[in-house]
């Protein structure tokens, strides 16, 4: 009988908590850890469309990345997420900045699909580990129009020189632009980028790409769920991947 606390542990054994940042909040954040588990559900978000997914399938384990509580809460009723999941008994693990820098977590899995290749970490001067990318890319518009096609998502960027290594932060990483530059990279490739880094990047002469923070860190769904399914074979993993974000 596989319980939710198996879950984690193996979870945890690949992308441990206490690797995470310290704002942040991941683990078993809802529901009882010696449950026997009947199904997952892995997606970035919880949402209520989660839970409905996670309930037609029979799963009574949700996996995410985004923290399923991360500011204190100060109601949980008929109308919080928590409060349908707790209802439904159904359990949340969520792997978030631990699951970004982890082998074979977020960062990795961005750098996968873009096809980057040469990959190693680097320390940023706050401690956090991002990945690099030794390329030989002589155009940057070009290349924002290949991470176009392979995220199937609108990219956002700022042209700079050649790229010989470019900095990769999953998510919400703009402010890593100052980072780059001051350690030599010809580019950043996040999401969340504010004006204020694009003006950076502008006046360092490097790029800088805004991939989205969803497509960003979507890339990690699928992977996940198989390292569950590779894990625990008798157990059924489906991915919830919704595209709610639209553009016209």
């Not at 969803?214 to 157990?235: G, H, Q, R, T, W």
Request: glycine residues 8%; aromatic residues 8%; charged residues 20%.
């Amino acid at each position: 009988m596989i319980k939710v606390i198996d879950v984690f542990e193996k979870l945890n054994a690949r992308f441990p908590v206490d690797t995470a940042c310290d704002f942040d909040n991941v683990g078993i954040l809802i529901g009882d850890r010696f449950a026997e588990v009947e199904g997952v559900l892995v997606c970035l978000d919880c949402t209520f469309s989660a839970i409905e997914k996670a309930k037609s399938i029979g799963a009574n384990l949700i996996i995410t990345h985004h923290p399923v509580i991360f500011d204190p809460l100060k109601a949980v009723n008929e109308n919080s997420v928590v409060f349908a999941l707790i209802k439904n008994s159904i359990a949340v693990i969520s792997m978030h900045t631990n699951l970004d820098v982890g082998a074979g977590g977020v960062n990795d899995c961005l750098c996968d699909v873009l096809g980057l290749e040469n990959i190693t970490k680097h320390t940023a001067s706050d401690g956090y580990i991002l990945n690099r990318a030794e390329t030989n890319i002589s155009d940057p518009v070009a290349l924002a129009d290949g991470f176009k096609k392979r995220l199937n998502f609108p990219v956002r960027f700022v042209a700079g020189r050649p790229i010989k290594n470019v900095l990769v932060c999953s998510g919400s990483g703009g402010g890593y632009i100052t980072e780059a530059v001051l350690s030599g990279f010809d580019g950043l490739i996040t999401a969340d980028v504010k004006q204020n880094h694009f003006v950076e990047a502008l006046n360092a002469g490097i790029s800088l790409f805004d991939c989205g923070h969803y497509a960003s860190e979507n890339v990690c769904v699928a992977p996940l769920a198989e390292m569950i399914k590779s894990d625990f074979p008798e157990i059924e993993a489906e991915v919830f991947s919704p595209d709610f974000i639209k553009f016209n």
